[in-house]
């Protein structure tokens, strides 16, 4: 069997709770900022929980003309704008490059949620006339985001979207990378978008108590390993990598960011949402990503978590960390910048890819923010990063996501070598 194609990254895009562009977002992490504060898209008096982590300042016609954005779900929106910036920062001319060799391959866990549920509240405050808008479904579906990036730059490979939950854009940038690997493409435009803080997600994470109710102190909410943690916060927005075939970046002179090296994909077996306890999803996940680049467990430096400040979650993963790295654990840096972005369901994997991809370009790890009290849960002897960001050299970069479902993915990265 020939080797396997070396997949690098060449472009990101950042759309998120706590900056509206690359710099902003990194800018912002590393310096321990939170994004969450009391809800703006609606009015969310009688809800249990009364904040999120929005997108803030975004007029999305400062990007898109009106008339299209009127046609496109706020998850498809952020989308186009994180991929106009990762496609600028590429530098990919697309007269150079061959587009039937190049694809899409997205992650949303929901997709359009808001549009699906204006239009069901437009029909049960009418008549009782279905006057559903004709962009209704084109608006709504999941995969409606890769289409229309690959519509915008004529990319005519593969094109589709990855639902796996929370994980839905972890298991995009590893379906992605295989096409690379397996030589069937030189360019994969991947990521994931979400936008579901609305009526309906609120509500409904909040009828299955997940989310945190500290409505007096949303800054402080997402407080993953933190004894007081009481749920996720709500986040939204995009992220986009672009990745290249290592000979097709390099004949255009591409900058590098990083490599991507390995990835896992499994499957708990065991809950719709709760996680295994020992974290036996999580740990064969990691040793999956580890086997396919070809590495030991010694060589990584640093594991972007899951960590959505869930009481459950966060001691699962932690518990699977030290099963898979054993005294090692103790040499990792670990944080969980979902203490500052909120959750972005499955959007959470391209936006923490990004965080991990660049620990390794600028020697930083952004921290967990937000501790003060210890759970006897979890073993403090780890390097958890907390609430302030560490100068490290990072030569290898994992980034965990999980979703309900029991679905779980890890992605390797290292620092590009020639």
Request: some cysteine.
């Amino acid at each position: 069997m020939a080797s396997k194609k070396r997949v690098v990254i060449t472009g990101m895009g950042a759309l998120t709770p706590i900056g509206n562009t690359l710099n902003e977002y990194w800018q912002n992490l590393k310096a321990g900022v939170s994004g969450a504060a009391p809800i703006t898209h609606f009015d969310a008096e009688k809800f249990k929980t009364k904040f999120a982590c929005e997108v803030k300042n975004f007029n999305v016609t400062d990007f898109l003309d009106r008339k299209e954005a009127r046609k496109l779900d706020e998850f498809s929106q952020y989308a186009l704008v994180s991929t106009a910036e990762a496609m600028k920062d590429s530098g990919l001319d697309l007269n150079q490059i061959n587009l039937d060799r190049a694809g899409v391959i997205w992650g949303s866990g929901i997709g359009g949620l808001t549009t699906f549920q204006n239009e069901c509240f437009n029909y049960a405050t009418g008549d009782g006339t279905p006057r559903f808008n004709p962009f209704f479904i084109p608006k709504m579906i999941a995969d409606i985001a890769a289409g229309h990036i690959s519509i915008k730059y004529g990319f005519k490979g593969p094109n589709y979207v990855t639902v796996s939950a929370c994980a839905s854009s972890n298991n995009a940038l590893i379906d992605a990378a295989m096409y690379i690997q397996l030589g069937k493409t030189d360019v994969m435009i991947t990521g994931g978008s979400e936008a579901a803080v609305n009526i309906a997600g609120i509500g409904g994470f909040n009828a299955m108590r997940a989310l945190s109710t500290r409505n007096d102190s949303p800054e402080t909410a997402s407080r993953p390993f933190d004894k007081n943690r009481d749920g996720f916060v709500l986040g939204e927005g995009a992220g986009t990598i672009i990745l290249e075939e290592l000979e097709h970046a390099k004949a255009r002179g591409a900058k590098i960011y990083a490599e991507v090296i390995g990835g896992g994909l499994t499957a708990d077996a065991y809950h719709i949402t709760a996680p295994h306890p020992e974290g036996e999803g999580a740990i064969k996940a990691m040793v999956s990503a580890l086997d396919d680049a070809g590495i030991n467990p010694e060589e990584v430096d640093y594991i972007n978590v899951h960590g959505t400040s869930t009481p459950l979650g966060d001691i699962a993963e932690i518990k699977a960390i030290k099963s898979v790295f054993g005294e090692h654990a103790y040499n990792l840096n670990i944080s969980s910048t979902k203490s500052m972005t909120g959750h972005l369901l499955g959007a959470a994997g391209a936006i923490e890819a990004i965080a991990a991809t660049m620990t390794i370009v600028d020697g930083v790890i952004p921290p967990t923010i937000n501790f003060e009290t210890e759970d006897e849960n979890i073993d403090y002897k780890l390097n958890l990063t907390l609430n302030k960001a560490q100068e490290r050299n990072v030569d290898v970069a994992i980034s965990n996501t999980f979703g309900f479902g029991g679905h779980n993915t890890s992605v390797i990265l290292k620092k590009y070598k020639d």
